[in-house]
């Protein structure tokens, strides 16, 4: 077992689990990678969530079964985060559930007072996980002073030197930062699950980006596609591609064909950790 300290955050979740009792969470998000960081993160820490890819199944949920904290994206299929929530309140009243929205910096106003009123808080994607779990536990225990209670958190080390030698290859590579990421927070064995899950749900859209199909999107569908996919390549901390994406949405400074160029550089540093039977 490896400890890692963050002086970030300051809590101590075995303590307010004892005092509090284990919160029910919720997550509901359209992105797989994102599903196993979250997961990952909380199991970690001694939490466990159900997950759902929509607004309308987090309503079906939350009609079966009593939640104390839900994570709501707010760009999902079907129905959003927005709406789903504003459905849920009308049932559900800030008090009685807790709603942390999870947004994209251009996706939300925030400071919107109709806003305000159906989240609790708010979290930018890419959710850092020490983000993550001090909105859990402000939350969850709103009147205690979080800054005074001591936090440590530890990632489960894989037994397999295969792996672990090969993620420490990987963190090597110019195009990858595993400093002070999902990485550090999950350790090796559930890091394999988050590439994995990359691998897996983005590994086919190089075709579709080759053969231009994402020039015939809508702006607003570019942005979404390029969105989910910067917050999944921050999971895995590819800053290569990352960065592509960052020089084609506010500088115009790369194309399509440049983020399909890092995309499948990804994969290729990834596919030696592929093993389709994590999934």
Not at 11 to 18: M, P
Not at 107 to 121: C, G, H, M, P, Y
Request: charged letters at 20%.
């Amino acid at each position: 077992m490896i400890e890692y300290e963050n002086a970030d955050v300051q809590v101590e979740l075995a303590n307010v689990i004892e005092r509090f009792g284990c919160p029910s969470i919720l997550l509901a998000d359209d992105s797989l990678t994102q599903q196993f960081v979250i997961k990952a993160v909380l199991q970690n820490v001694g939490l466990s969530l159900d997950c759902v890819d929509d607004g309308k199944k987090a309503i079906e949920l939350i009609q079966q079964k009593k939640y104390d904290i839900v994570l709501m994206d707010i760009q999902m299929p079907i129905l959003d985060g927005i709406s789903a929530t504003q459905i849920i309140r009308q049932q559900f009243p800030s008090e009685t559930l807790i709603i942390i929205a999870l947004t994209g910096d251009t996706e939300l106003d925030i400071d919107s007072t109709d806003v305000k009123a159906l989240f609790n808080s708010f979290l930018h994607k890419p959710v850092e996980s020490h983000d993550l779990i001090n909105a859990i536990i402000s939350s969850w225990m709103p009147h205690a002073d979080s800054s005074t209670i001591n936090h440590q958190q530890t990632a489960n080390v894989s037994d397999d030197q295969q792996l672990v030698q090969s993620i420490a290859q990987l963190a090597k590579h110019s195009s990858f930062d595993l400093r002070g990421g999902v990485y550090e927070w999950v350790g090796e064995a559930a890091y394999l699950r988050v590439l994995n899950a990359f691998v897996r749900v983005y590994k086919p859209y190089v075709m579709t980006l080759a053969s231009n199909q994402a020039q015939v999107m809508t702006l607003s569908e570019q942005h979404r596609f390029f969105h989910k996919l910067k917050s999944a390549a921050a999971n895995i901390g590819a800053i290569g591609l990352i960065k592509a994406i960052d020089d084609f949405e506010q500088k115009g400074e790369s194309s399509i064909d440049d983020i399909n160029h890092q995309l499948i550089l990804v994969i290729k540093h990834l596919s030696p950790l592929y093993i389709s039977k994590v999934i």
